[in-house]
């Protein structure tokens, strides 16, 4: 059974930072790429940050360049490291995994940024 489960959402003000995790279990971990996704109030879900199979390549979204960093670890979990947070960083973030067209989603965990 494929699971993602994100964790480290919260309230956070203005300028604080925050780390989000996403346990992966039942797929093997080591060749998906890994992503973060957001989706605010009336938005579209977005990506904000992907992590090759590997580890060794990362992208992000414009917004978020130099303020967040995402990560992999060998024991399955993918981290997402959000610094300097801004009011419009508020939204629930989803963990993503995909291989070869084959997406899998975590149930999203709630970050909300105000002071």
């Known amino acids: 059974q494929v699971q993602l489960v994100e964790s480290g959402g919260g309230l956070v003000q203005p300028g604080g930072s925050l780390r989000l995790s996403c346990a992966a279990s039942?797929?093997?971990?080591?060749?998906?790429?890994m992503s973060w996704y957001r989706q605010a109030p009336g938005k579209e879900r977005e990506v904000v940050a992907g992590?090759?199979?590997?580890?060794?390549?990362t992208n992000y979204a414009d917004s978020v360049k130099g303020r967040f960093l995402i990560s992999r670890d060998n024991y399955k979990t993918v981290y997402l490291q959000m610094n300097s947070l801004k009011s419009e960083d508020t939204a629930v973030y989803y963990c993503?995994?995909?291989?070869?067209?084959?997406?899998?989603w975590g149930q999203g965990t709630q970050v909300t940024v105000s002071s």
């Open positions: 993503s995994a995909v291989w070869r067209g084959e997406r899998y």
């Open positions: 039942g797929f093997t971990f080591s060749i998906y790429g």
């Open positions: 992590i090759s199979a590997a580890g060794t390549t």
